[in-house]
């Protein structure tokens, strides 16, 4: 069991809400080669993938303009479409294909669902994008799958963990959000729930707002197992 960091209070989570890129898929390298490809394109200096990182499933018009000019590129609204319209096209042609469930995750959400957990996708993908790469074997486990064109706000609001937990019928003390970054965590946050977060794509330091930070799947899945004793 874990504890949540404000409470002195043991948790028992019947739902799980799980991010789908970095912590399903492992996807986010090619998505991040797709942004640096793009911004190559128009001719704009190079970042350290980091950024795209630390800025995963936030990286909005509303946002993207503050995001690239405090690294020094100047930004429009205009020209972030433009160039977030060239990722899009680069990943789906070029990485697409490369895109696959981490090795334990097929086991591990086979194990959930033998123990009773309601599980739910949650992320800032378009319902368009999953039908590319999202699996049968991750897909036949969810019984709620929300996805950025669904909510009025992404993440880092808690809009779309807010929707997930309505769909599953449950509050935010009975569920708990597995996550991979930064905004997603402030969106978990922020809707209530407790949060674990992985490091697939980011240190441990980076996910410091999470409730609970663990290495890999395997750890998660001793976490839930545990939970149900």
């Known amino acids: 069991m874990f504890r949540h960091r404000n409470e002195n209070r043991r948790l028992n989570q019947q739902a799980i809400l799980f991010d789908m890129d970095g912590v399903l898929l492992d996807s986010m390298p090619w998505h991040v080669r797709a942004w640096l490809d793009a911004f190559s394109d128009f001719g704009l200096p190079s970042f350290e993938p980091e950024l795209f990182y630390l800025h995963e499933g936030a990286i909005e018009p509303e946002t993207a303009v503050e995001i690239f000019r405090s690294q020094g590129v100047s930004m429009t609204p205009s020209l972030f479409s433009e160039i977030f319209q060239r990722q899009k096209e680069i990943f789906k042609t070029r990485y697409r294909h490369k895109v696959a469930p981490y090795p334990d995750v097929s086991e591990l959400l086979e194990e959930l669902a ?79 729930a407790p949060c674990i977060a992985l490091t697939t794509t980011l240190p441990a330091e980076k996910l410091a707002q999470a409730d609970l930070v663990l290495p890999d799947h395997a750890a998660l899945r001793d976490l839930f197992l545990r939970m149900r004793g």
Do not use: C
């Open 114 to 192: 033998s123990h009773d957990f309601q599980m739910a996708l949650v992320t800032s993908s378009h319902r368009d994008v999953l039908s590319e790469v999202l699996p049968e074997e991750i897909t036949e486990f969810m019984a709620v799958i929300i996805t950025g064109d669904e909510v009025d706000r992404r993440k880092p609001w808690p809009d779309p963990y807010l929707a997930g937990m309505e769909r599953l019928g449950v509050a935010a003390p009975d569920a708990v959000v597995v996550e991979n970054a930064p905004a997603g965590i402030k969106a978990a946050k922020a809707a209530k």
